[in-house]
Nanobody, 120 residues
Framework: VQLQASGGGLVQAGGSLRLSCAAS????????MGWFRQAPGKEREFVAA????????DYSDSVKGRFTISRDNAKNTVYLQMNSLKPEDMAVYYC??????????????WGQGTQVTVSS
């Protein structure tokens, strides 16, 4: 399984970015796809997740209402639209695949990270 994340960059506070994660190597119809982030000196934290097979989504409280996770099944790609970015959103963002119902904690595969930098 390969997960290729892209879309990070530098943005001013209040701005927007869209991250993409292209998945390959197997079918993911029973999996969750998600995004995590890790800031310097902090633990990796859950950001958002979406099921491949139903419209359910899940967000951390810190991003709810500002970030939107979506998927394109035909492209095996998951997106994270990030609006109203804050300096505290600055981190390396990782995409991941989970076959577990406890997808906030348990993940099967990880992609490489993409840096998001938010200037104040």
């Amino acid at each position: 399984v390969q997960l290729q994340a892209s879309g990070g960059g530098l943005v001013q506070a209040g701005g927007s970015l869209r991250l993409s994660c292209a998945a390959s190597g197997r079918t993911f119809s029973r999996y969750f796809m998600g995004w995590f982030r890790q800031a310097p000196g902090k633990e990796r934290e859950f950001v958002a997740a979406i099921s491949w097979s139903d419209p359910g989504t899940d967000y951390s409280d810190s991003v709810k209402g500002r970030f939107t996770i979506s998927r394109d099944n035909a492209k095996n790609t998951v997106y994270l639209q990030m609006n109203s970015l804050k300096p505290e959103d600055m981190a390396v963002y990782y995409c991941a695949v989970s076959s577990y119902s406890d997808y906030r904690r348990l993940w099967d595969y990880w992609g490489q990270g993409t840096q998001v930098t938010v200037s104040s």
